[in-house]
C-alpha cells in the first residue's frame, strides 16, 4: 500500500479523520472540487446537507476511478462547507458515513480539513470536496 494513515498520541483525539497521512509512489492525483450535480449538471440534493456531501464524494470516487486510484489511496480531503456553524457536523458526518462503505471511504477518513466559506461558485451548492491521492 502507498498510503499509511495515523494519528500520533498527543493529537486531538477522537476525531473523524486521521491527522497525518505518510505516502510514497509518484504519481499523484489532485480531483478537483467536487459538488452534489449529477453528470449532466443537474443539481442533486437542493438544500440537503447531508444529501451532498454523499453526492460530491461520489463524484469525487468518480473522479479518483478515472485514474485508476480510490479513496484508499487518499492523503488529503478538503471540503468547504457555505454558512458553515458547529450545529452542521451532525448532517456533514451522516452524509459521509451514508456513503463510505459504498465508495470505499475508510472512516476515520484520510486527513481532512473543513473550511467554513460564505458561498460557493452557485447558489444552490453547500458543499464541494478536493481530493489528493499518491499512487505508486
Same mark, same amino acid.
Given at each position: 500500500?502507498?498510503?499509511?494513515?495515523?494519528?500520533?498520541e498527543?493529537?486531538?483525539? =477522537?476525531? =473523524?479523520?486521521?491527522?497525518?497521512?505518510?505516502?510514497? %509512489? &509518484?504519481?499523484?492525483?489532485?480531483?478537483?472540487?467536487?459538488? !452534489?450535480r449529477?453528470?449532466? %449538471?443537474?443539481?442533486?440534493?437542493?438544500?440537503? +446537507?447531508?444529501?451532498?456531501?454523499?453526492? &460530491?464524494?461520489?463524484?469525487?470516487?468518480? %473522479?479518483?476511478?478515472?485514474?485508476?486510484?480510490?479513496?484508499?489511496?487518499?492523503?488529503?480531503?478538503?471540503?468547504?462547507?457555505?454558512?458553515?456553524? =458547529?450545529?452542521?457536523?451532525d448532517?456533514?458526518?451522516?452524509?459521509?458515513? !451514508?456513503?463510505?462503505?459504498?465508495?470505499? $471511504?475508510?472512516? =476515520?477518513?484520510?486527513?481532512?480539513? +473543513?473550511?467554513?466559506?460564505?458561498?460557493?461558485f452557485?447558489?444552490?451548492?453547500?458543499?464541494?470536496?478536493?481530493?489528493?491521492?499518491? $499512487?505508486?
Open positions: 500500500m502507498t498510503v499509511s494513515l495515523l494519528s500520533p498527543g493529537l486531538m483525539q =477522537p476525531v =473523524p479523520y486521521h491527522h497525518v497521512a505518510v505516502a510514497t %509512489g &509518484a504519481r499523484h492525483v489532485h480531483v478537483s472540487g467536487q459538488v !452534489a449529477h453528470a449532466d %449538471g443537474t443539481p442533486s440534493a437542493p438544500g440537503d +446537507l447531508c444529501g451532498q456531501v454523499s453526492h &460530491a464524494l461520489r463524484n469525487a470516487h468518480l %473522479g479518483l476511478q478515472g485514474a485508476g486510484a480510490g479513496f484508499g489511496d487518499v492523503v488529503r480531503l478538503t471540503f468547504y462547507v457555505t454558512g458553515w456553524e =458547529p450545529a452542521k457536523i448532517a456533514f458526518m451522516a452524509g459521509v458515513r !451514508a456513503v463510505a462503505e459504498e465508495i470505499g $471511504l475508510p472512516i =476515520p477518513m484520510p486527513p481532512a480539513s +473543513l473550511v467554513g466559506v460564505d458561498s460557493l452557485e447558489p444552490d451548492v453547500l458543499v464541494e470536496v478536493e481530493v489528493t491521492a499518491v $499512487l505508486d
